[in-house]
């Protein structure tokens, strides 16, 4: 395991509010690197302002972010986003390289043109989400899954060792669901940190190393053994979800 | 020919218009091509609206303060001052009512516009602007002092796209990404709103309050028809806006009508031929596309046809078995291509992919037919309403049928399912 490890990403007490409600509260839990952590709750868990605090978007009430040691709002850059694919404009006039190569865009200064180097890095992240034939179509043009990789191959090219996905395998069929998860796997074995929003508890087991409950509060962070025990999922879900066996025997396996 | 295309052009009145009109088309096609992305068309159309408002506060205020007269810089930062004041005016109603953004926009453009009606018409004596030039725009009486303002206008705007391209594009395709990378997409988004603003601005003197806002979307609407990159976009626009004043002017020469308005019909004629015609995105490509779609139904019934036949099956067979008059052929074609059948000299042969997809839908249709049977189908009815059926033939559905039925091997006539 890789517990030993230093977390990349710490979160102490952090409390986020909107009109004076808490979307997070006393929420701390230290990712160290080299895993598939998902993160699941019940809708309107404030699993999107966790997002949103991670990327350095929201001044917390109190608490803090940091991303390798530096505050969420300093390491701009160092966290890889991909995108809903609800959030995304389809019909957008991008072809699948152009949209690999703003991963780069961070690194290229505002007079000049994208270099070869960029050019490369592009290329290679979309040879990584086996998207490299694809790479003069237009974005909607793609099936969901190889959308979904594109984007994932974009957060690549950015370089940065941690990834955060919002809800990648939200309606995709079974098959590409696996060739997401495919490209997830194999960004872990090259040393990123993936964070992963995630709604189907019943494959959350299956997929992730680690998990983080939240609803409001930090419920539970760590292997879906501990994480998937049914007193935990019923206080989280309050009974909105009747059938646990199922996932927790899925977390026990 | 010379009359028509030559003689227009020794007009110092026609050369100007010329002028101005390319400058204002490049740089509205150009920036208009963000607006279209970002779904602000609107916003122009408010822009222009609330100028008006601009242009008589900043006449009155040269006027009274430094007793200049129709002080072009003057209007022209009044008009700026207006457009930004409408568009904080929007966003704050929106914000903090329950009214919606559209009607905001709505609410506030018209407000503005009408104050300025009434200043103009309250100050007539002090202003003299004339409210028909002002919405209806007069690109024949293009003065130099326009010509210079539109012509500074570009540069700095296309300046700016030019430079922050890359940024205007990661803010308008995917502002979250903007951010977590550090782009300031607020400052963006201010920058893109006073860029419009001021391309507006410089227009209305040319095309009107009304059609400013035509010019600023048609090209690049037109050119999003054509394009999948969005600096492709951004020429073409550019190009169709140039081509809009060129043929409105001589349309306007010709007709002689309003320059204006022979531009923007122009413009729009322009649109709807691309939208005609255009390879991809155009109606005539979608409706050869949907010409060529050929019905999964027709062809699982070819290839059962051919299968039951077991041999070379001429056309007149698969004619007499499939009903689908004269989508036959085209079937057929189709099938070809992707390799599920063979043409022989005398007919047609399955291939081998043919075969297994031709078994597939045959094993639905013999298990319908054991399924419909258990279900007391009449026994005259099992095999029409099976054919039915047959189509219905994903994994899920056949391993049911063939579940439930404890994977028969025969059907009800005795048929082997395969």
Redesign the interface.
């Known amino acids: 395991m890789t517990i030993d490890k230093p977390a990349v990403i710490t979160v102490e007490h952090l409390t986020v509010s909107y009109h004076a409600r808490p979307a997070l509260l006393d929420v701390s839990v230290g990712i160290e690197p080299d895993q598939l952590v998902g993160v699941i709750g019940p809708n309107g868990a404030g699993k999107s302002t966790f997002i949103k605090a991670i990327l350095g978007f929201i001044k917390p009430d109190i608490g803090s972010v940091e991303i390798n040691g530096k505050s969420a709002q300093k390491a701009k850059g160092e966290v890889a986003y991909v995108p809903q694919r609800g959030a995304v404009d389809w019909d957008f006039p991008i072809t699948v390289r152009e949209v690999a190569l703003m991963g780069r865009y961070q690194q290229i200064p505002w007079y000049t043109n994208p270099s070869r180097v960029d050019r490369e890095a592009a290329a290679e992240a979309l040879e990584m989400v086996r998207m490299q034939d694809f790479g003069d179509r237009q974005i909607g043009e793609l099936s969901g899954g190889q959308q979904q990789r594109v984007f994932m191959a974009r957060a690549l090219a950015q370089g940065s060792d941690i990834l955060l996905l919002d809800e990648p395998f939200a309606g995709v069929d079974a098959a590409t669901e696996r060739a997401i998860l495919d490209v997830l796997e194999r960004a872990k074995k090259s040393g990123k940190t993936l964070v992963v929003v995630h709604h189907d508890l019943s494959t959350a087991a299956e997929y992730f190393d680690k998990l983080i409950l939240i609803k409001q509060r930090m419920y539970a962070y760590g292997t879906p053994q501990v994480v998937l025990n049914e007193e935990l999922l019923s206080k989280v879900y309050e009974g909105k979800l009747r059938i646990f066996s199922d996932i927790i025997k899925g977390g026990e396996k | 020919m010379y009359e028509l295309f030559i003689a227009p052009l020794s007009e110092v009145y026609f050369q100007k218009a010329l002028i101005g009109g390319t400058i204002v088309a490049i740089v509205a096609g150009v920036v208009g091509c963000l607006v279209v992305?970002r779904r602000m068309a609107f916003l122009g159309d408010a822009l222009s609206h609330a100028m008006i408002a601009g242009v008589a506060g900043g006449y009155l205020v040269m006027k009274l303060l430094f007793g200049a007269e129709a002080h072009a810089p003057g209007m022209l930062l009044g008009s700026l001052l207006a457009a930004i004041a409408t568009v904080a005016l929007i966003s704050f109603v929106s914000r903090i009512s329950r009214v919606k953004e559209d009607t905001a926009i709505g609410i506030m453009y018209t407000g503005i516009f009408a104050l300025g009606v009434v200043a103009v018409s309250i100050f007539r004596h002090y202003i003299h602007i004339d409210l028909m030039h002002f919405i209806m725009g007069d690109i024949l009486g293009v003065a130099d002092t326009d010509l210079w303002v539109s012509a500074l206008v570009a540069a700095f705007v296309l300046t700016i796209l030019i430079?922050?391209f890359?940024?205007f594009?990661?803010a308008?395709?995917?502002p979250?990404?903007a951010?977590?990378?550090?782009l300031p997409v607020l400052l963006i988004d201010y920058v893109l709103t006073t860029c419009v603003s001021l391309v507006v601005v410089s227009a209305v003197s040319m095309v009107g309050v009304i059609l400013v806002v035509g010019l600023l979307i048609t090209p690049a609407a037109t050119a999003?028809l054509l394009?999948?990159?969005?600096d492709?976009?951004m020429m073409l626009s550019a190009l169709f806006g140039v081509t809009s004043v060129i043929g409105g002017l001589y349309l306007c020469v010709w007709l002689d009508s309003a320059g204006g308005g022979a531009i923007m019909l122009f413009c729009t004629l322009q649109f709807l031929v691309v939208l005609a015609v255009a390879p991809k995105y155009g109606l005539l490509a979608r409706w050869m596309r949907l010409r060529k779609l050929v019905p999964q139904q027709v062809v699982e019934d070819i290839l059962t046809t051919i299968l039951r036949y077991e041999k070379d099956t001429p056309l007149e067979v698969i004619r007499q078995y499939v009903q689908s008059g004269k989508g036959i052929r085209k079937a057929l074609e189709y099938m070809g291509d992707e390799g599920f059948i063979e043409q022989t000299s005398t007919g047609y042969l399955l291939t081998d992919k043919g075969l297994a997809e031709a078994n597939k839908v045959l094993r639905a249709h013999r298990l319908w037919e054991a399924y419909l049977e258990t279900i007391g189908t009449p026994k005259e009815e099992l095999h029409p309403t099976a054919h039915h059926l047959e189509h219905i033939s994903d994994g899920n559905t056949v391993e049911y049928l063939d579940e439930r039925l404890g994977s028969p091997s025969q059907d009800p006539h005795g048929k082997v399912i395969p």
């Open positions: 992305l430079l922050f890359r940024h594009q990661l308008t395709f995917d979250v990404m951010a977590s990378i550090g999003y394009s999948d990159r969005l492709r976009m």
